[in-house]
């Protein structure tokens, strides 16, 4: 990013470890995938292919090859790892990615409630091969965890082998880390970011005023996830303090006056 303007916060170049971003391709078309990375590859760092649609996406195995050219890692969306894990499918699902050469894995259990201790030893068994990050949080609304559980589930996959742990909120951003209505938990997020490290944290987040929430409270490098490909460059915006909700946050005090 060319620095025009002073008081800009320093965002890391890719590979970085922090101030990542995730985005969620829901079925993008070839045309769509090339489009988003020729404006949005400097800023996104992981490619989600959106729960079970690698199946039934025509192409898809083109854009995994867009993706890695463009510098993004893109991966599977943990629902269909779900889908393979509930048929007992556990190393036909390691061969689809050994397939289309995915080196990046999410473990989750949002959707199929997997008894933690065998989520934990996927999570120990796929990292031997492959990078892991692991979601915790249900899909269901009436499935609700303390914050201790939050901290305590996080840790554990943590030290299991995964890289980054994903707190849950759907597409929608209305379930997990957030209350029905998209307004932030604050006794969860709270005490997931005493309790673990922030830069191991990926926060989705896809509505603007939840980006806008997690940039003001822990900074321009938080990590972010579920972002829309449309929405790439408009929360870069935000982190960098160059819209109306983040306006102020990066400017020194005499210039807020």
Partial sequence: MERILPFL?????????????????????IREAEDFMSVGSEYTDFVKLGFGTSLLTPGFEKKIKIYKKAGTIPYFGGTLFEAFIIRDMFDDYVSFMEK????????????????????????????????????VGSKKKDVVYSPDEWVAMMKSELDAGSVKVIAEARESGTTGIYNEDGSINNSIITAISEHV?????????????????????????VNLGNIAPNEIIPLESLRCGLRGDTFFQFLPDNLKQ
């Fill in 197 to 221: 490290k922030l830069e191991n944290v990926i926060w989705e987040a896809p509505q603007k005023s939840q980006q806008a929430w997690f940039i003001k409270h822990f900074g321009a490098n």
């Fill in 9 to 29: 916060p320093d965002r890391p170049a890719k590979p970085r470890n922090s101030g990542l971003t995730m985005v969620m391709d829901k079925g993008l078309s």
């Fill in 100 to 135: 289309y050469q995915i080196d990046l894995v999410e473990v989750s259990d949002g959707s199929y409630d997997i008894e933690h201790g065998r989520k934990l030893d996927y999570i120990y068994r796929l990292a031997k091969k492959v990078t892991v990050i692991s979601e």
